[in-house]
């Protein structure tokens, strides 16, 4: 078990370094590399050398990537160029925001999907059946930010309900219920894609699994059908659910930045979005790495559980084996 | 009747039996028909669409709907029914030659790892780890705001983003197919490695490669109008759909009606690439149970029941 955490563990830093190299390589690929960003036109070629080293960009890239690396490690992304603030200071509260949004839309999807899943997958082709299968089809088809501006048309403008988008009104700044009434629309944006697909996983898993001998066997030995579902299958039922969980993830942050920026959220998505047309690139570093570390973390935890909620599967120092 | 006759013949042949199969999916059919009629739009944009649709006209914005304007103008007076029209082209455009370039990219890496195995298939499975850890949206939008947005690149970084699930398909196929004894009858006869996973072993791992490809020209079209909407795919004056709904969300208070076009119509492209593609999928697949609905079950046991009293 040990073993195998290290082994995950040194595998997922790995991995990230990558990512941090790749994102830095592919910022300083830019034609005109980050330097385009603070030279004005007119200014002297002197004066952008006096700038260019002011920002240490004069030096070898590697250098460049260890420097910042460095840094980073200790928790320094570096300051924005626009501004010259620490990009921890937009960094932190975005990474809050996001996940006070994208936490509450999952647990509530998965309080959704779950039990809905169960109950579809007992009755098959029924009419609550084909009601998740017709929100499976809608959710995959639609483009979630699509969903969302219906949504603002529907319930902000005509309707007058709920507010158009921000976290926050003008003078209601960081109270609860001001809060609670901007996350609404949003949050439904977002349990739309994640219905989508946990339902089907969720159906077809508990599918899979009533199909299974033993649970003939359980139902054939007289074992309420309540028990049987809730007992014998479900358990097993909730493996490969808990792996979809872990691989979702990129899926659902993506989804994110767009509903953020549908809904004006001050999250990390629209950091990123908003920083990408600026190429303010220590914040689309702190971002990138940051995104990743959530996403690799989380598919950390998943292999974890799954091997928790699994006595089947061993954990070697060769990876995941199911005997 | 004519069943009965024609099986003693010769046994219907698997591409017919899937043909039939899909045919008699009716959301397939649907799905196809919807497909058929957005690639005729497309294709035939410029004959029916009534306007050019990047022609601004500024004493005729924001109007409702009328005769001269079917579905109104927009907030600088370009006519969105024409519009809309031409938007049909850049998603299918984006849509296929993504799914394309992923299937190629895909089924390359794939057939390498899956035939040579061994250190190059680990090296390469942990590049698609790596890749599928990453929100593909987020190196999108970075490589399209670092390098600007132009329509190749947008098709290149969609491409380079999502052939992923194709390469863990076909080397799965591979590695089931590169055991079988054809394979090592060709290397007995000397037939050389890419030749055999070129011409022997893709050929037999084309029906899983067509029904990831079908998902893929969906996952494509949202790809494109989430990138259009962020101001990062289709620049003006060309049209595509989510251009027209980053605009529509911008004049939202004005005229809320427009966000709902552009949406719809990506939303029922999308739709009907799913259903072909779902119909592809359970066609191919012979352990797919038919499923029968209940109303014609009944008439069935009616029926038999009829008989025998």
């Not at chain 1, 955490?5 to 910022?27: D, E, M, N, Y």
């Not at chain 1, 030279?39 to 990537?65: C, H, N």
């Not at chain 1, 339902?199 to 199909?211: C, H, I, N, P, W």
């Amino acid at each position: 078990m040990w073993e195998y955490l290290i082994r995950r563990i040194a595998q997922s830093l790995l991995v990230l370094l990558l990512i941090s190299i790749v994102t830095f390589g592919l910022i300083h690929a830019a034609p005109g590399g980050p330097a385009t960003m603070f030279i004005k036109p007119g200014q002297s070629p002197e004066m952008v050398a006096v700038q260019m080293k002011q920002w240490g960009l004069d030096r070898p890239l590697p250098v460049q990537y260890l420097d910042w690396l460095g840094r980073m490690v200790r928790g320094d992304f570096g300051n924005t160029f626009r501004a010259n603030r620490p990009v921890g200071e937009l960094l932190w509260p975005a990474l809050k925001n996001t996940v006070i949004l994208m936490g509450t839309a999952w647990v509530l999807s998965l309080l959704v999907a779950i039990p809905w899943g169960i109950y579809n997958s007992t009755r098959q082709y029924g009419l609550s059946d084909n009601l998740a299968a017709g929100i499976g089809y809608a959710g995959f088809a639609m483009p979630a930010f699509w969903f969302g501006i219906i949504l603002q048309v529907a319930f902000a403008l005509k309707l007058g309900w709920l507010p158009l988008s921000d976290m926050y009104s003008m003078n209601h700044r960081g109270e609860f219920f001001d809060l609670l009434r901007h996350m609404v629309l949003p949050v439904m944006t977002l349990v739309l894609i994640n219905l989508a697909s946990y339902l089907k996983y969720s159906r077809a898993s508990m599918l899979e699994v009533l199909g299974q001998d033993y649970v003939r066997t359980a139902r054939a030995k007289g074992v309420p059908e309540r028990k049987v579902v809730f007992r014998h299958a479900l358990r097993n039922a909730l493996i490969p659910i808990i792996t979809v969980l872990g691989l979702d993830l990129p899926y659902i942050v993506g989804g994110a930045a767009l509903t953020e920026t549908v809904f004006n959220w001050p999250g990390m998505g629209r950091l990123f979005v908003d920083n990408a047309m600026a190429r303010e690139y220590t914040v689309l570093m702190g971002v990138t790495v940051v995104t990743a570390f959530v996403v690799i973390l989380g598919n950390l935890l998943a292999d974890i559980l799954y091997a928790a909620v699994d006595p089947r599967v061993r954990l070697t120092g060769k990876g995941v084996t199911s005997a | 009747m004519s069943e009965v006759a024609t099986l003693s013949t010769k046994p219907e042949s698997l591409g017919r039996q899937v043909l039939r199969k899909f045919f008699s999916n009716k959301l397939a059919i649907m799905g196809l028909v919807m497909l058929l009629f957005f690639i005729v739009v497309a294709l035939f944009a410029s004959s029916i669409a009534p306007y050019d649709p990047a022609k601004v006209d500024l004493l005729s914005a924001n109007k409702g709907p009328s005769d001269a304007h079917w579905l109104g103008t927009d907030n600088i007076g370009r006519d969105v029914f024409s519009r809309l029209l031409y938007g049909s082209q850049v998603s299918l455009v984006v849509g296929f030659s993504v799914a394309a370039g992923a299937v190629i990219l895909g089924s390359l890496v794939g057939a390498v790892a899956g035939y040579f195995g061994g250190w190059v298939d680990t090296v390469l499975m942990r590049l698609i780890d790596v890749m599928l850890s990453f929100p593909g949206l987020f190196l999108n939008i970075l490589v399209l705001a670092i390098f600007g947005s132009h329509f190749v690149y947008l098709i290149l970084i969609m491409v380079f983003t999502s052939w992923m699930s194709v390469a863990r398909l076909v080397r799965g196929q591979f590695l089931q197919l590169r055991e079988m004894q054809y394979v090592e009858a060709a290397r007995a006869i000397g037939v050389p490695s890419w030749q055999i996973m070129f011409n022997h072993l893709l050929r037999n791992a084309t029906g899983p490669i067509i029904v990831a490809a079908t998902l893929n020209v969906g996952g494509a079209i949202l790809g494109e109008s989430a990138l259009s909407f962020l101001g990062l795919g289709v620049q003006a004056p060309q049209t595509s759909w989510g251009q027209m709904l980053s605009n529509a969300q911008q004049y939202m208070l004005v005229n809320p009606i427009f966000a709902v076009y552009p949406g719809l119509c990506i939303f029922l492209t999308v739709l009907a690439v799913n259903f072909v593609g779902d119909g592809i999928r359970d066609a191919m697949d012979p352990r797919q149970k038919i499923h029968i609905p209940k109303g014609r079950m009944a008439q069935w046991r009616a029926r038999f029941s009829k008989s025998r009293a």
